[in-house]
Each structure stands twice: as structure tokens, then as C-alpha cells.
């Protein structure tokens, strides 16, 4: 099971930090994502980590955000900095022993959390 939280309303070019804690499954040997959608528009990645470390960004988030873990708490987190009105949507993370080929694929995580809500306004 995987618990996201984090999310609120910010303004542009503020920063919020994104948790996902897992149980019953350890990011040590799970790959972990954050997906966005965003009202009208598909699902889309944002960020992902392999279960090694190798990360991947998206291009619209490259040098704003960052995804860490933390393997005592057993928590992957999404920092989020230089916040545009773009960014707004539910950020959701996954995880899944998937490959660095694959991560920024959806398709391919078997677990989601239940959604938190970014807002950036201007």
C-alpha cells in the first residue's frame, strides 16, 4: 500500500515537498514513480527512481524537481521547486520492479497511491 501526501496550494515559484510511504513492499527493492493529472488532460509523468538509484525526470520538471528516498522510513519523496500554474494537478506515486527503460511508463507499476492535490497559483 502506498500513502501519498504533501500536496496544497502554493504560488508560482514556491516549493512543496510530495511523501509516499509504503507498507507491505520496500522501496529497496521496488522502483518508484510520481505521475500528474491534471483536470482535462492524460495522466503524465513527472519523476521516478529506480530501486538502484538511477533517476528519471521529466523535461517539463528537469531542474525543479527532485525525487529521494528514504530507506529507514521507507518513504520516496518528490521536492518541488520554482512551482509553475502548470504544474496543478494530482500527484499520484506508484511503484513497481521495473526497469530504467520503462520507469516513466505507467503501464508498467502494479501499485498506486491514492492521489494528492498540487494547486499553484499566480
Known amino acids: 500500500q502506498l500513502q501519498a501526501s504533501g500536496g496544497g496550494s502554493v504560488q508560482v515559484g514556491g516549493s512543496l515537498k510530495l511523501s509516499c510511504a509504503a507498507t507491505?513492499?520496500?522501496?529497496?527493492?521496488?522502483?518508484a514513480g510520481w505521475f500528474c493529472h491534471a483536470p482535462g488532460k492524460e495522466r503524465e509523468f513527472a519523476a521516478a527512481r529506480t530501486w538502484s538509484g538511477s533517476t528519471m525526470y521529466a523535461d517539463s520538471v528537469k531542474g525543479r524537481f527532485t525525487i529521494s528516498r528514504d530507506n529507514a522510513k521507507n518513504t520516496v519523496y518528490l521536492q518541488m521547486t520554482g512551482l509553475k500554474p502548470e504544474d496543478t494537478a494530482v500527484y499520484y506515486c506508484a511503484a513497481s520492479r521495473v526497469v530504467y527503460s520503462s520507469i516513466h511508463d505507467g503501464t508498467h507499476y502494479n501499485f498506486w497511491g491514492q492521489g494528492t492535490l498540487v494547486t499553484v497559483s499566480s
Open positions: 507491505g513492499l520496500s522501496f529497496r527493492q521496488y522502483g
